[in-house]
């Protein structure tokens, strides 16, 4: 059987200094899925109060730039929230090693031991991390306060999310766009293809079939479209 990676020691060295893509993952996904739900959804709730495809293309459009917008602002916002409490618990940290160093190392020893590490070897583990301040801390805010490994990017987390909301929420679109007659088949089929493409792609991370995942995604937008059809249709004339 093929392993994902190799095993050689510069393979294991390149995977370890790689920062986690995992963050860029999550927000490529959300934005990718929430764009296409939000933008179809307006397309479908239109299409079924029978308004003229002028409208749908102007709310579309307004929709997926302005809630596209919303959305990398929220996500800056946030993850910068992220990045200032990192950075605030890092100079606590600091200061604690600085003014109270052995009540730190007492820490780091409970850490390991909860690890594993027993007797002389956690004795030298202790040693050996607490000599390289900057890995001591950061062991620390990942361990003692839950936070992420790596520092966190608002203005990469940002570019992302707006990036993927767009990039796929233009896709219900288009048939409107380009004048693809009849324009709401052509859009059903063009967001039910997203929707499963990007459960395909999301299932290359999860341990389900490539086509159960594009199943789960696919439902998740068609039962978003569905309801706002039906609130379109109660009010067409």
């Known amino acids: 059987m093929t392993l994902e990676h190799g095993h050689a020691p510069d393979e294991i060295a390149a995977r370890l200094d790689q920062q986690s893509g995992s ?12 764009g296409t739900v939000t933008t179809f959804a307006i397309v479908a709730g239109v299409q079924g109060a029978g308004l003229s495809a002028g409208v749908i293309v102007a709310l579309g459009l307004a929709n997926v730039l302005a809630d596209g917008f919303s959305m990398a602002a929220g996500n800056y916002a946030g993850t910068k929230a992220v990045a200032d409490d990192r950075r605030r618990l890092w100079d606590v940290e600091e200061r ?27 004795q030298e583990a202790r040693n050996m991390i607490s000599e390289d301040k900057d890995q001591w801390i950061s062991l620390m805010l990942t361990e003692e306060y839950g936070l992420p490994p790596v520092d966190a990017r608002p203005i990469r987390a940002a570019i992302v999310i707006f990036a993927a909301f767009v990039a796929a929420g233009l896709l219900p679109l288009l048939p409107y766009l380009i004048g693809l007659a009849p324009a709401f088949s052509w859009s059903i089929v063009i967001s039910g293809l997203t929707f499963f493409g990007i459960g395909t792609i999301k299932s290359q991370w999860s341990l389900i079939p490539w086509w159960r995942s594009g199943i789960e995604t696919l439902l998740i937008g068609g039962v978003a479209a569905s309801l706002a059809f039906a609130v379109g249709r109660l009010f067409h004339p």
């Open 23 to 34: 963050e860029r993952l999550r927000d490529a996904i959300f934005g990718g899925i929430d």
């Open 96 to 122: 604690h090693i600085r003014e109270n160093r052995q009540g730190e190392l007492d820490e780091l020893d409970q850490i390991l031991a909860r690890k594993g590490l027993r007797g002389q070897v956690r």
